[in-house]
């Protein structure tokens, strides 16, 4: 009989589970946390990125993105896309998700609100891109659709 060839140590190596002293740093992951009143008081948390030798575009997705019109007060609805390319950090994402809710509160205009997410965002992880794309729906007949990059 031939002999067996042994498995890889490649995929063991790629152990799909943080090391504890990375998963340490993120507070709210696995935790129950209380949703932020503002994105002034939410923590956008990140972790280190396993592949910062390649280029590759992480995509977040918020269908149900909601704030208030500044002069109305009156709910505004979006959707929120954000698109990156990782440096030495990735975004943890239960953390965007709360940040993002966190504009429920926050009557502000479409543009304003855009641009506050690429730069907290930018502040959080400081990608070697980054856009983030918002698309309101019409009011009065009219969309908005706001694009900031970095």
């Known amino acids: ?6 498995a890889s140590s490649a995929a063991s190596s790629q152990s799909p589970n943080l090391p504890i002293s990375q998963a340490a740093s993120l507070t709210q992951l696995g935790r129950k946390v209380a949703q932020p009143a503002a994105p002034t008081l939410a923590k956008l948390e990140s972790f ?3 592949h910062p030798d390649r280029d590759y575009t992480v995509t977040f997705d918020c269908p149900e993105f909601t704030s208030l019109c500044p002069i109305t007060g009156q709910p505004d609805f979006g959707h929120i896309v954000i698109e990156y390319v990782p440096d030495r950090l990735c975004l943890e994402s239960k953390s965007l998700k709360l940040y ?24 959080a992880c400081r990608p070697r891109r980054l856009t983030v794309t918002a698309t309101f729906t019409p009011r009065g007949g009219i969309g908005i659709r706001v694009v900031a990059s970095a």
């Open 1 to 6: 009989m031939g002999k067996k060839k042994k």
């Open 100 to 123: 993002l809710a966190s504009f429920r509160n926050e009557g502000s205009f479409a543009e304003s609100i855009t641009n506050q997410i690429r730069d907290d965002l930018v502040r």
């Open 48 to 50: 280190p990125n396993r």
